[in-house]
Structures are given as structure tokens and as C-alpha cells.
């Protein structure tokens, strides 16, 4: 009952060869949040969600434990789940387990750049439904989307954890366009999105008092020492994570210690840092509802459901294509 394509080829490879040159050789100096999530990247950040100070995935959580079956109504009773960026589908049993409820399960697609989860992920889910069929597709969302099988019947595509918020705004519609464009007009999408709200508490949740978050940010180091042949000194780096208030969001960083040159041997390429200067790993984007409205207005979606925990921190919204 488990099929999972993998198409993380040369051509992944070579893409985040580019990507990272790029972003090295950028002013200010950048890596992109996709590259987190090794194994050990995945289990850091399932220790994250754990964290007293890290509320959104408890609050997504509570609106999937309470609403999943009016969810699943709202979306037309959809035989197949699709979920990008899957990670452990921890919450998605209550979906899950709604269309089951609802006798409309059929098929789970979970699609993510991490093999080692996803293997775990569709395993584990095939124990707790019996009968599910898993078509799990380790990719890049960002580029792959065609790729994701057709499934049977109505199709529902989960995008939780709040992951479309790590997209800047012109890489977000492109995403968002093509999700759109895969839609068949009783389709919907749910997506997971953080909500604005005081800068304190946005600051604490990705800068926790365990330092998980800290390890978290330098283990994309860790990934460039061993697929890029680098000589990052994790040391030498420091955790940083400010709200950026007119862009509405968090900007997660590694600023250097020490003046510092680093190799990477198989781009053939130094990079020098600066005592103080700051790369950015993650951008993480907060909305409000009216925000998320031009945001699905401007993909050619439209919101058809909104579903907030109690405290009002995080929305689960469904859309619709136009
Ligand atoms: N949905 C889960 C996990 C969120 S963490 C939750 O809500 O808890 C983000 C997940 O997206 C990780 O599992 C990571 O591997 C995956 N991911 C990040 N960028 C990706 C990309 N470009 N393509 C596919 N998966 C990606
Ligand atoms: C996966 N993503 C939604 C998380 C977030 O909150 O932006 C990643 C994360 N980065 C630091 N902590 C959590």
C-alpha cells in the first residue's frame, strides 16, 4: 500500500550547488530555509514543535482536533489528501482520520524534500489506517508540482505548519499560481498560516530558551560541510531571530563571530565573513485574514473557509480556485 517516488536526482544536487554559490556570493549573503531539513534537520524540527514557547503548531493542532470534520465537509468529502512539506503528518491524523470518518479515505500523498521522514511518515500511517493507499512523493514543491499523482476522486491539499510563510512574496504567488492551476473546480486547499501578534512572543518562538531553534538555524551548516564539502565552523556562528514589523515578519539569521574565511570545496569557492555579519537562513511571514485574502486573490484562489484556534494566534484556511 506505500509507493514513494523520490526525485531528488543529480539535478537537485546541482540546484542547490547554484542555489548556495548564489546566495553566498549575494549581498547581504542568503540560504534557503529547504535546506534545514536533513534527517537531523527534520528531527530538530519536530523538537521545535515541542517547545513551550513554539505555540504554532499546538494551535494548529486544536483547530484540526476540533474542526476536522466540518474541515473535510467544507472540502466536499475528498478521497484524496495531499499534504507539501509533510515532515511527520503529526496533525494530519485528524484530518485523516475525519475522512475516514466521513468514509471518504482513499489515498494520503505526502510530498516533501526529506526521504528519511517521509519513509518513516508513510510507514507509520499505513499501520493506523488500514486500507490506505500512500503515493508519497520526496521533491521539491517549489519546483516538482507536477509530479504530485492525480489521485482518486475529490482532492484536498494540505499545506500546514505555516511553511508558506518561509516563501518571500514573488516565489509565494509563483507557488501559489501552480497550486491553483492543479485544482479541479471541487478541489481545495487548506492552508496553515501564521497569524501577526505581539513581536515578543514571536521573537521567544524562534529563539527559545532551550536553544533548539539555535541548532536548528546551524544545522544547515552542518548540511553544507557534508554535501558541499565546507569547513563551517558551527562555533563561529550565533542564532539570531528579530520580527520585522513593517514586512510582517520573522527574519531568522547566522551572524559571524569572527572574521572568518570559509572553503567550499566542491564549489571551489572562499567566502569571507565579517566579524558581525549577518546571512539570512528563513524568513517566516505572519498574516491577517485580509492579508491572506489579496494573498489567494492575487494566485487566482479564493478563501472559502477560516478556522482559528481560541486564543486566535494561528488560521487553517480553506481556498477555492477562481
Ligand atoms: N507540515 C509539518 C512540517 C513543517 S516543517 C508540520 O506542520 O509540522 C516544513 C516541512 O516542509 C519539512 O518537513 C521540510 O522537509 C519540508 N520542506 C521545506 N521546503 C520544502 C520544499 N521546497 N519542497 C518540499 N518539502 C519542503
Ligand atoms: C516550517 N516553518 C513553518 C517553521 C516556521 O515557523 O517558520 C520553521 C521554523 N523555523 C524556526 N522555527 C521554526
Not at 226 to 245: K, N, P, S, T
Request: hydrophobic share 40%.
Amino acid at each position: 500500500m506505500i509507493a514513494i517516488e523520490v526525485h531528488l536526482d543529480a539535478d537537485a544536487a546541482a540546484a542547490m550547488a547554484r542555489d548556495v554559490r548564489d546566495g553566498l556570493l549575494a549581498e547581504p549573503k542568503e540560504l534557503a530555509p529547504k535546506y534545514f531539513y536533513d534527517e537531523r534537520g527534520s528531527q530538530l524540527f519536530e523538537r521545535i514543535t515541542e517547545l513551550g514557547e513554539y505555540y504554532p503548531t499546538r494551535a494548529e493542532r486544536e483547530i484540526l482536533a476540533e474542526r476536522s470534520a466540518e474541515i473535510v465537509a467544507a472540502a466536499g468529502a475528498p478521497r484524496t489528501l495531499i499534504e507539501l512539506g509533510s515532515g511527520s503528518a503529526s496533525k494530519t491524523r485528524h484530518l485523516l482520520s475525519a475522512m475516514r470518518d466521513a468514509g471518504c479515505l482513499h489515498t494520503y500523498v505526502p510530498v516533501d524534500i526529506s526521504e528519511e521522514i517521509t519513509h518513516e511518515t508513510a510507514e507509520s500511517l499505513v499501520d493506523e489506517y488500514p486500507g490506505l493507499a500512500v503515493r508519497g512523493l520526496v521533491c521539491d514543491f517549489e519546483h516538482h508540482l507536477e509530479r504530485i499523482p492525480d489521485g482518486e476522486g475529490g482532492r484536498l491539499i494540505a499545506f500546514l505548519g505555516g511553511t508558506i510563510g518561509n516563501l518571500y512574496p514573488q516565489a509565494r504567488r509563483d507557488f501559489l499560481a501552480r497550486v491553483a492551476a492543479m485544482l479541479a473546480p471541487a478541489d481545495r486547499l487548506l492552508l496553515g498560516t501564521d497569524l501577526i501578534k505581539e513581536p515578543a512572543r514571536l521573537e521567544a518562538a524562534y529563539d527559545d530558551s532551550e536553544g533548539v531553534t539555535a541548532e536548528f538555524n546551524k544545522n544547515v551548516l552542518e548540511v553544507l560541510n557534508r554535501e558541499l564539502g565546507a569547513d563551517f565552523d558551527l562555533d563561529a556562528f550565533e542564532h539570531v531571530a528579530r520580527y520585522d514589523d513593517e514586512r510582517a515578519r520573522m527574519d531568522i539569521r547566522l551572524r559571524s563571530l569572527v572574521d572568518q574565511a570559509v572553503r567550499l570545496a566542491d564549489l571551489d569557492m572562499t567566502v569571507n565573513f565579517a566579524a558581525g555579519e549577518e546571512m539570512r537562513t528563513e524568513i517566516s511571514s505572519k498574516f491577517t485574514r485580509e492579508r491572506l485574502d489579496r494573498v489567494y486573490a492575487e494566485s487566482g484562489l479564493a478563501m472559502s473557509g477560516w478556522f482559528t484556534d481560541k486564543a486566535d494566534d494561528y488560521a487553517l484556511s480553506l481556498a477555492a480556485r477562481l
